[in-house]
Every structure is written in structure tokens, then in C-alpha cells.
């Protein structure tokens, strides 16, 4: 089945350390996309990505980082400099010319010890 | 730029009753509007979209309209069922710049109780 996956599901970080959440789909989309979600609150974008090896910032890009060698995969780091991690991150994917349809990856819960 | 403002919640139904979650949006040119629905402690699926002025969405009961005139794209459903219950998020989508995104509305939390 074609999807898009997201691992881990839960996520733990200790003061100052950086952690790595995976995203990977099957769809053959060209573009993917990182959204924070907050409790109560709607999706914010973090960063996006049209094709491989190119990237834009988001509206909350700080503290994050991305890459995209692949185009089945968009990593985001959670780095020491995002002092507030705590969240729900989904990642999503589209396909160019399909009208924005978004498809969505089950999510990450990202706690801070 | 583009913005979506979608009803607070949360709104709690009885079963068998009728749903309007109102949905407003501004955006420059033609966008795409769509209702996602996430069930707890998952992502979001599509629902429904429309991609022009006059367009009805539908699937699983539920129906929205793309309202040009008043920049609106309001979900109903006639008989809510309580496997309804979830939060359902307004979206457009629009192309900015050259780069395609999409913006979110907040949210509307839907209980619906037997």
C-alpha cells in the first residue's frame, strides 16, 4: 500500500540534544511538508519542500532543520536551539499538479524529559 | 496573504443531529478549498474539496460548497453519528510565489454524544 510513514511515533529529548524524525513516502510526491501542531491549536508550517535538494522555511523554522537527498524522504531535525519542541509534528506529501490535495503520515509525539 | 477562520469549538451534538461547522477564507486569485477531518492521536485525511466557485464536496454525508460571493466554505451533515467525533480542519490551497502551500484553519472539535 502506498502511504506515507512517520517513525518514531513517540519521540524523547533531553536538554541540548538534537533528535532526528523520519518521514518517508511511496507515493512518488513531489513535494513534502513538516506542520507542528500544538493542543487546540491548527497546523503551523515548518518547513516545505517542491523537489530534491531544495528547501524553504516555513512560518516557525527556528530551532528546526530539514533535508531532502531523496525524494521518498524528508528528515526534520529538532535541535537544541528550539526551546519549546514539545508538540505533535505531522509530515505530508503532495503531488504536483493534483490540486493540493495533502496526504498525511500518522505523526510524531515529541516529549521533552 | 492567505488566511482561513474557521468556528471555535468545541461543538457538542446529540446523535441524529444536524452539523454547520462555518468555514471564511481570503486569498488572492482561485484557490482550492478543502475539509480535512483528524481523529485522535492520528494525522489528517481529506474529507472533501472543491477547486471552483459553485462547487459541491461530498463524501461519507458530509457536503461543503464553494461560495465565491461570500468566501465561504461551510461543512454540514445532515445526521451526525458519534464515530463523528473528531476535529475538522478548513484548508486552501493556493499558489504563492511559485511554491504551492497550503494554510490551515485552527480547528473545530466535534462531540457528538449518543
Known amino acids: 500500500d502506498g502511504g506515507i510513514t512517520q517513525s518514531p511515533k513517540y519521540l524523547f529529548r533531553k536538554e541540548g540534544q538534537n533528535v532526528t524524525l523520519s518521514c518517508e513516502q511511496n507515493?512518488?510526491?513531489?513535494?513534502m511538508y513538516w506542520y507542528r501542531q500544538d493542543p487546540g491549536q491548527g497546523l503551523r508550517l515548518i518547513y516545505y519542500?517542491?523537489?530534491?535538494?531544495?528547501?524553504q522555511k516555513g512560518d516557525i523554522a527556528e530551532g528546526y532543520s530539514v533535508s531532502r537527498e531523496k525524494k521518498e524522504s524528508f528528515p526534520l531535525t529538532v535541535t537544541s536551539a528550539q526551546k519549546n519542541p514539545t508538540a505533535f509534528y505531522l509530515c505530508?506529501?503532495?503531488?504536483?499538479?493534483?490540486?493540493?490535495?495533502?496526504?498525511f503520515g500518522p505523526g510524531t509525539r515529541l516529549l521533552v524529559l | 496573504g492567505n488566511s482561513v477562520t474557521q468556528m471555535e469549538g468545541p461543538v457538542t451534538l446529540s446523535e441524529e443531529a444536524f452539523l454547520t461547522i462555518n468555514c471564511t477564507y481570503t486569498?488572492?486569485?482561485?484557490?482550492?478549498l478543502f475539509w480535512y477531518v483528524q481523529y485522535p492521536g492520528e494525522g489528517l485525511q481529506l474529507l472533501l474539496k472543491?477547486?471552483?466557485?459553485?462547487d459541491k464536496g461530498s463524501n461519507k454525508g458530509f457536503e461543503a460548497t464553494y461560495r465565491k460571493e461570500t468566501t465561504s466554505f461551510h461543512l454540514e451533515k445532515g445526521s451526525v453519528q458519534v464515530s463523528d467525533s473528531a476535529v475538522y480542519f478548513c484548508?486552501?490551497?493556493?499558489?504563492?510565489?511559485?511554491?504551492?502551500?497550503?494554510?490551515f484553519g485552527t480547528g473545530t472539535k466535534l462531540q457528538v454524544i449518543p
Open positions: 472543491a477547486t471552483k466557485a459553485d
Open positions: 486569498a488572492t486569485g482561485y484557490p482550492s
Open positions: 507515493l512518488n510526491h513531489d513535494a
Open positions: 505530508a506529501s503532495t503531488l504536483a499538479g493534483a490540486g493540493g490535495t495533502q496526504y
Open positions: 519542500s517542491q523537489i530534491v535538494n531544495d528547501f
Open positions: 484548508a486552501l490551497y493556493a499558489a504563492t510565489g511559485g511554491y504551492q502551500k497550503v494554510t
